[in-house]
Structure formats: C-alpha cells, structure tokens
C-alpha cells in the first residue's frame, strides 16, 4: 500500500479504532479483544505447563517467566493484600514441539487468554514453540501494572482474548562494536530491549576499519587491531551473548565487512593489506586473504554463530576484483553451511562504488544470498557533504528507486534497511518515518512479497557509545518494530505511537533508559 | 592551601610521585605500598571473617562481597584454568565492632593487606565497623582485572598494604526527584556508583514546586503533586531505597525544601498557597502550613529516614516571615530527633532574597543547624541571563567571598557545595575544578576546620533525567570525591585523574555508564 494512503488511512481513523481504545500493547497483536474487568495478580503467581509437548530442560520458559515477573515488579515494593477473589494465580503455558534450538523462521505464533471466571483463576498462553511462547510472555507482561492504591500489580479490561503472529521472519537490529567498543552488559541491555519489542536479529557488525575486537583463535593476531587491550571480546564472550540472546528468542548474525571495511585486520596481519600505504581494502590478489576468512568461518565463526546467516557486507569498495572477490568468499561461506547476506544498494550515479551495486552483478549472485539494501547514494552524498540531511535532496536529485522490488523480481530474498528511513544514526529521522517504512513498498506479487524476509533498524557506531546506545535507538526501533510486527498496521495508525509511548517509556526505563517525548 | 599553589605542586610532583607509579586506584588511599608480583584470584574465591566481633546477621559483608566479586567477572567469561600457585583463595575479614546500623560519623577506617606467601594465600582486611569493610572491598576490587590470556581475574604488584579512612565525615551527592522523576532502579545505580567512589551521603531533593512524588500516608493529597499517576514513590519504595543504600555505606538525607520551592504542595491542599493566584511560598500564615511539616517529618520521614540530619532547604524566598518560618520549622525537626541543614548563601548584592542569607540572620540559628553553602548569587545571574557561563563574571564583578570560613568562624558546621565547582548541572564546570575545589580554603583554625563536616555535589535535575543522570554525574563527582576522601591530595595532583580515568570507566561501565574522555 502506498505510502500517502496508509498516512491517510491512519488518520482517518484515529478516534474510532482500536487506537483509541487504549490497549497498551506494543507492537500491537494480530486480533485483540477484551472487556472490563480488573484482575489482580497474586504476589507469588506461578507458572506451569500442563498440556505442554515441551519440556524446558533448558530454562528458557521458565527463566522468562522469572523476568516477566522481575520486570512487572521493578520499580515498586509490591506489599498490598491479596483481595480474596478476581486474583489471578497461575499462568499456564502450553507449548506444542519440543524443539529448542532457536532457527530462522521458528513460528512464533502464540494464543493469550486471560478470564475472568475459573478456581483457580489462571492465564493460558499457547504456542507452537517455546519462542512463540516468549512473545507472549512480553504480551503479558504488558497488561500488568503496579497500581498505587492496592499497591499490588493489577491487569485491567479482562478477559483478553490476543492471537498473534509476526508479520515476518526476520526482525533486525544492527549494533557496531568497531567504531565504539561496547561492553558485553551492554550488549545484553540491547537484546532484553529488543525482546521487549519482539525483535528477533541482533546483527552484530562486529569488525570494520577502525577496530577489530574480537579474539580468532585460528589468527590470533587479528584482535591486535582492536582499540586497546580490554575493548575486546573473547571467544567464550560472544558465545555468552549468542546464548543469552537465544535465551529471549534472539538470533545472532554476525558480520564481517569485507573486503572494505578490513583496515583492522592488517594491524596484527600487515600482509592483508595491499601496501604499507595502502591499508584498504583486503589484498584480494592473495591467497592467504581468503584462508584467513575460511579460517574465521570454518574454524571459528561457525561453532559460536548457528544462525542460518553470515553476513560478508560488501559494501564501499572500489576494485576491479570486487566482483570476483564477493562470488569467492560466498562459497567459502556456503561451504561451512551459511547463506550470505550482503550489502548491497541499487546503483550508485556517482560512480564511486559502480562494482558494488545490484545492477552490475545482481545476476551473478549465488541464489542463497540476500540483499541487504540500504541505498549507497546518499551515503555518499552524506560524506562529502558534512552533516547536512540529504536524504530527501538525493531523492529529488536523482529519483532514487526502492531496491526491494528489482531485487524480488530478480528471484533474491532481500532484507530492508534504506539508511533514509531506518538508519537509527540519523538523528532527524523522525519515529513517524520509522512507523512508516514499508518493506513491501512497490511489490504486489505475493510470490515476490514472502522474499522480503523482514527489515533492519540500523545503530553505526560512529557517534555513540556505551552511554547513549538504548536512548539512541529506543523508542524509534520500537516503531519499526511494530511496522515489522503486525500486519494490520494501518488500522493503527501513527497517533497509536504517541498513545503507547508510556509502555516504551516503561519498558526502556526497565534497561535503564528514559527516552525522549514523542 | 591555596588553589594557586596546589595546582602548582601538582604539576611540579607529576612524574615523580605516587601519580606516576600507576596505581589504578580511586580516590587514592591515604598509604600504599606495594611489590611486583602477580596473583590470580580464584574462581570460586571465598570470605571469611575469623577474628571478627561482627556477626553479619543483616549480611551486609556477604552481600557486598558477592557484588564485589560479580563486578570484576562482569564483563567477561573467567574460563582460564587457575595456575597451581599464586592463587588467592580468599579474603578474610576482620571487623572489631558488633554494630551494623549506619549512622553519621561511623568509622570508615581500614586496613587492606594482599600478601604473596601463605598456604592458603588470602587477602586479609581488618576495619572498626563493617562500613570500613565495605570500603576496603571496593579498594580491593579495583586491584583485581580480567586477563586477557590467562582468562583469569589477576592481581598485579602485590604484596599491597594499604590503610585509609575518609577525610570528611560527609561525602555528598545531590539528586532531585522533583524536576525530572527517576524510576527506583535508577536511584539503585546512583547509589551503586556512589559506592565505587566512595561517596558516602545521598541528598535525597525529594519535592520541589514543579512535582511531589512521594507518598505521605498522613497528609495523602501530598502527592497529588505527583507529574503523573505512575511518576510516585510510596513509602515502601522509599524504605526500599534507604535499605538498598545502607548495605552500601550510604546515608539517606532527605529533604523538603520549605517554604520557597513548595508550589507543587498545593496541588492536593490548595490552602497551602497563600491564594490561588500566588502559588508560593507556602502560606507561612497559617498554621495548617505547620502542622502538614510536622506530619511529614513526625508521622512519616522519621520513620524512614533514620539519617542525623534532614534539609529543610529554605533558599530562594523573600517573605518578611522567613526568618520567623524557618526557625520554627527547625524547632519542629528538633522535636522529631533531627539535626537540620539548610541551604544558606553568604549574601545577595541583588538584594533579591536578602532575608534568606548567612550574614542577614545567621546569629539566630539554632546550633544544630548546618550552614549548606551554595552561593546565591550566581545562581541568580544564571537566571537572569540564560546559558551564560558567569560563574567567573560574578566573581570578578563583586569579588564573592567564600561562605565556609564565616560559617565556622560563627561556631556553626558546614557543608561546601559551592555551585562553580561542585554543581554538576554546570556542564562548563570541569573536572580539574571538582578536584581541586578544597573544602577548607580559608580555614586555619584547626577546631574550626572540624566544623566543615564535608562536601556534597549537586545533580539538580531540570536539565538531566534518567537517561543522562549517570552520565552527567560521573566522571566529575568521583573527582570530588577524591578530594573528599584523601587528605594528601596535592602530592597526586591533577594529572592523575587521567591516569586513573580507566577506573572511572571500567567502574562506571558496570552501571551502564561510558564516560567522555578527561
């Protein structure tokens, strides 16, 4: 639906639609429906799996339920009376497979009651898999609140009947740990916000020019390029934050950007860099470039990161090699069982990049690789042109063209990122443009829509650190989400984002961030 | 001593002195020495209190060496193999007191040993009171660092003997909850922070006139004056944060800034205002006005804030009944078991709240009043002339003198806060200034210097929230409380502030915090 439209829609049915019926939930589910009644959660609620397929010898379910708890009682010393009826006690989760290897594309579809009758009077979640069964855990924590009077966390407008279900697959997030380090308790802080807005990939742009700090056993010179002795992760680091994030239904990608951002490799391998003088890109005439990714992927990369994706980047890069060197590190990739994502915009009228672009090799590309689109040109116009927001003047300028479609048509999956709408370092992208991104802009073939596996809100590292990272991409990625979330997103609408801004209030201030009014 | 000369020695010491040996620890002890040996801490490392009179019941000790030990894991994986020697297998604690309530004044001293023989090899750390304990934790915390190729926690350059205690009873932070809310767990992080300085006083400035956010049971309209519905704090959650600060060595001071900045009272008792068109100062008419800060401080504060002292502010009003309003409002705090603080200028050129100053009615206070110096003056050019930094301008325009040296010459304790160097809402306020801001320039008299019972630095929170207070905070704060808590400061000097800002940012890391660079 084009973009006008569903601006127009939106406000056309701001004060008769579930908008402005205040359900406090975010991003909005599927089908939602409630009555009146306040419901009072007991003090030691409990949570049991009668019916359950699923054992949960990891912990995964019963450790989220502890945080759904942790989380609802935060900020306030809960220490009213249990009222003798209307209390409910239990929440019962029924989970359908056994699996618990998170995967690309794991249903995540999940059903939440919650009624008002019954002795004892408990909620009933029901899911396909355990990470179906996550989302509704954040669904219900969002329908409790600490009420001032009782002093106990109450839940109003029951009974709630919610289905729910993503809209796609691959919910992203980038963070970039090469132009700022950041620490490893702030990388969890990230993925329990993004389990808050059920984003499902943390992409993890890990290395690029300016640092390398993770350890390679296999070439255990490489973290020599990173900032300084303690701004790096160990090997057991990154499998702790995989493992974590999996814990919350978060798939990790890891990145590394070659063959032009690789300046850091060359400070422990100076070979790797074409000269003395000339430090980027990665020697693509040597061998030994090649078997030191085969080394990262095979020998490393492949026993911490199970997601389905690696992700090469690809981008900025201007070499006559270009071409032959991303076709030769995508069937290293493949070769250890990777599909491959790469960066990759539509054209670039400057021709400063030209290799680079979709257009000039789209058809050469392995089929299993996905097109991460995120627009070079004003990029570029961005670079040469300070701070000025160009965004808008490069479209005029140029009639810049959505990606997404020429790519689907073309037969590849593709992942949307367009830096004018989603990039979270642009400071002046607004959160209605985040609201308003639509992946599936200009592509009307069903066939060709389920290609678009899902979009990417994008934190660079450039200007943030560990001090600024959550108030930076909250609440705008919350936006995104929702967009990314929920299907009937225009019976919404954008004043919804300014209705709900106190749960992204509530939820962010839990990993410690207040976020600006919106 | 004067400013000039210890900066000047300051500089003439660098590279020469203990500054130089690179002993990352912060505030500096009062005496160190130590060798070259490295330990390693062992994984499972335990604590012992053979010798000790104190019983722990309250688990002060063993909590805060938990939290001692998660610090220096936090942000790696520790899964080295412990060598066969040279590993520390426990930290004994000897404390000769049995008391574990906290009050003002409590013993801080400590001594902390880390020898190199001994089987076991253990750390032993002897103190009067468990509070001294606690600060020897932190100072043993932040020998120990993650090795990245051992995979261990080691300690460097032992053997360490260290002993110190504080400088100044009174080690303050200022946060105000009145101009921007912060939820609980924010607080809890301050407090966290606060501890790994050293800092040892939170100024709770609770209400102010733009929002009451706490609960008073006997006057329950009080927080009617709440921003919003959730933006409170019950009587629970402040117990919550007294407990939560006093197992960390940190006392409470609240305050209620009576009778200028109590717009906000009114809310829920409009007959505090002196009528609906003039919104302040409390109606100091009236005698409901005290009955209501009788309640408070009787019925409710006294109950939670267990603290000597509570503020009762007093700045910024020009009411012919002041002079009268505050010594009764002190008289009631008396009554309650309370000493009193108030904020008091030296004296306004500009003759705008002329009542309020030292020199206009200082004679008259009650001798357990506490003179809080804050400077007037340039906080009313501030106001009158925007952003304008006129700290200096004012200086040089009325050559303002300092307060502390009239106060104690008076026979009255004081608090320095002067707010060109210790008001951390003044971002031009460097660190250099915190740390050579010296709480007793200008006093010479021994008996008189004992008067200055410490420092406090104020986080006024117009401008910060909970997205930024960390921030904001530190590092500056640690950099007086270095000045606070080390008697031979001049012998370190300035430079050693930056030589010591990887602690600062390690330790400030582990609250979420990154610091801009000194």
Redesign the interface.
Known sequence: MALALRLLLAFLVIGSCIAADNIDLWPMPQSVSHGTQKLYIKKDITMSMVGSTYSDEKSILKDAFQRMVDLIT????V?GINPSSSVLTCVNIVVHTPEDELSFGADESYNLTVPTTGDPLYAQIEAQTVFGALQALQTFGQLCY?D?TS?LIELNSAPWIITDRPRFPYRGLLIDTARHYL????IK?VIDAMAYSKLNVLHWHIVDEQSFPI?IPSYPKLWNGSYS??E?Y?M??A??IVRYAEKRGVNVLAEIDVPGHARSWGVGYPSLWPSESCREPLDVSKNFTFEVIDGILSGDFSKIFKFKFVHLGGDEVNTNAYRDFVLRSQKIAISHGYDIINWYPLFDNFARFQEETFNSFGDKLDPKTVVHNWYLLTFYLIYDMGKLTVSNFAHKLIGLEDVAPKVVAAGHRCIVSNQDKWYLDHLDASWEGFYMNEPLKGINDTKQQQLVIGGEVCMWGEEI????IQ?TIWPRAAAAAEAEFTSNLVIYGSMKFVCHS?ILI?HA??C????PSV
Do not use: W
């Not at 620490?183 to 702030?186: D, F, G, R, T």
């Open positions: 935060l900020n306030h010393v220490d600490f001032f002093r620490p490893v308790k702030i802080g350890e002795y303690s790096r160990t057991s680091d499998i702790d650190d560990a001090s600024d108030q106190q509530c201030k839990e410690m961030v207040a976020l």
